[in-house]
């Protein structure tokens, strides 16, 4: 066990752990976009910032890859911070200027849209990629970031449907923009320009998974996954276990 000082507090820590997740527990929130505490940090967004101070030295890292090290003295929103992160966000505002979380970070951060920048007139995109990571961690690997410079953005191979998307609704679940459509009915999901239809529970019949999904956690698995609800999954487990104390007397 190490201790750290954020903005004054001394904090109790793992070495090596990451020092948003530090300061988040310890109730300072650093804004962030690109963070997501189910997904490997990719440092993208450079939104969480902070100033470190080591033996005498200063120096600003990206707080959700920074590993901390014994000692080291932290600053959330120091005056140099302030300034950088206002910047950045800035340069998100113009970057995707019809976002209502950039619009909220920038009017926190008094940040506006540098004049020599034509920002586009709604995108909301801010290229951060969760998305992607999410579709990566699941193994499905159907979006990705296609192009290079100002005609950069998340789509599929080709720029046409995902073929290999399963419906599951991940990527649009970790937009922190909530740039991604996604529509979902009793009867179906709506997401990439595609639609899919939903497998229902065997026990309540609720809308479960889409078909898709289902064929994809077969492959992975080895074998057919229980059509099962939460609900209905916890209700079966309890009757076997009641059933086991009855045999077993």
């Known amino acids: 066990m190490i201790s750290i000082t954020v903005n004054g507090r001394v904090c109790a820590c793992e070495e090596g752990e990451y020092l948003l997740d530090v300061a988040e527990r310890n109730g300072m929130l650093i804004p962030h976009l690109c963070y997501h505490r189910g997904l490997l940090p990719i440092g993208a967004c450079r939104v969480c910032i902070v100033e470190v101070i080591e033996r005498g030295r200063s120096k600003v890292v990206a707080s959700c890859v920074y590993p901390v090290r014994d000692g080291i003295e932290v600053h959330t929103a120091s005056p140099r911070i302030r300034e950088q992160r206002s910047v950045i966000i800035a340069l998100l505002l113009s970057l995707a200027p ?105 026990g309540c019949n609720a809308p479960l998974m889409t078909r898709e999904q289902h064929d994809f956690l077969t492959r992975k698995g080895g074998e057919s996954p229980e059509l099962l609800c939460e609900r209905c999954g916890k209700q079966g487990v309890a009757r076997k276990l009641k059933t086991r104390e009855r045999y077993l007397g």
Not at 162 to 180: L, R, Y
């Open 98 to 202: 019809g976002s209502t979380e950039i619009k909220r970070l920038a009017l926190q951060l008094g940040a506006d849209i540098p004049r020599l920048v034509k920002a586009p007139e709604s995108d909301t995109c801010v290229l951060c990629g969760r998305c992607t990571a999410a579709c990566e961690a699941l193994g499905t690997g159907a979006i990705a970031k296609v192009g290079r410079g100002v005609t950069k953005k998340i789509a599929a191979p080709f720029d046409g449907m995902p073929p290999d998307c399963i419906g599951c609704g991940s990527c649009a679940h970790v937009c922190p923009t909530g740039t991604i459509a996604y529509e979902h009915t009793d009867e179906s999901v709506s997401v990439w320009g595609r639609e899919f239809e939903l497998m229902r529970c065997t």
